[in-house]
């Protein structure tokens, strides 16, 4: 599952991916392959559905946004 989140590692507005290994799961940055462990409580792909509305309206005023569609594609603003 891809999303769009600011990376804390790289500072760039990225695609993340959210991996599963075992019982964990994993955020990974594409651009700089940063990887947060994240709540594996089932919770996380309505957070993920949340947060792309909270992107979503920032396309408002950051159209650079709406760039972010693939692995490694990466804006800073
Ligand atoms: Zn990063």
Redesign the pocket.
């Known amino acids: 599952m891809l999303f769009r989140n600011k990376?804390?590692?790289?500072?760039?507005w990225?695609i993340f991916e959210l991996k599963t290994e075992g019982d964990k799961s994993f955020q990974v940055?594409?651009?700089?392959?940063?990887q947060n462990e994240v709540a594996n409580d089932g919770q996380m792909e309505t957070r993920i559905r949340d947060g792309e509305k909270d992107v979503k309206a920032l396309e408002g005023h950051f159209p650079v946004l709406a760039q972010l569609k693939n692995r490694g594609d990466?804006v800073k603003f």
């Open positions: 990376c804390t590692a790289c500072d760039f990225t940055c594409t651009h700089c392959m940063d990466h």
